[in-house]
């Protein structure tokens, strides 16, 4: 088809600039699509609604560790994924009596999901084992508690 100047033209779907308005809205519907599929999916955890246990608890939590320092407590932890076992060597001053069981809970560093809580015993001299399923590869907080003290530590698994 001609028009008046003798020029071609073209029909609208031949034109780059219609398929480069349509790119910006087409890119924004894929982008929430998207966006709603990683919301849907990922676990962002629940709102607090008594922050006033809360803090309570954080206190709580502070002695607790302040207890483990004053005890000089120690860990030294052994992950075996083949065996999906788990020990932990524990030091401490003369004066710390080592509790017959542990509870330990592997906090994943950024996925809440993936966090796994351990039962563990004491089988020899300040060595406690349980056991543990497979972790995935990354960084890990260990929380290795009893009824009045907790030592934080931090692992990180490669696979």
């Known amino acids: ?46 709102v607090v609604d008594d922050y006033y246990k809360q803090g309570l608890e954080i206190n709580r939590t502070l002695e607790r560790d302040q207890v483990a320092l004053d005890y000089n407590l120690d860990a030294k932890i052994n992950l075996d994924q083949e065996l999906e076992e788990v020990s932990i060597a524990m030091s401490a001053t003369s004066e710390f009596v080592y509790p017959d069981n542990l509870s330990v809970t592997f906090l994943h560093a950024t996925r809440s999901g993936l966090d796994k809580e351990v039962h563990m015993l004491l089988t020899q001299d300040n060595i406690y084992r349980g056991n543990l399923s497979v972790l995935t590869a990354g960084k890990w907080y260990v929380h290795i508690q009893y009824d009045n003290w907790r030592l934080i530590k931090t692992i990180t698994v490669d696979l």
Do not use: C, H
């Not at 779907?13 to 599929?37: C, D, M, Q, S």
């Open 1 to 46: 088809m001609l028009n008046n100047d003798s020029q071609q033209v073209l029909p609208w779907y031949k034109e780059y600039y219609v398929w480069f308005l349509i790119l910006f809205p087409t890119l924004a519907v894929i982008g929430g699509i998207a966006t709603t599929i990683l919301a849907v999916q990922s676990d962002d955890g629940l």
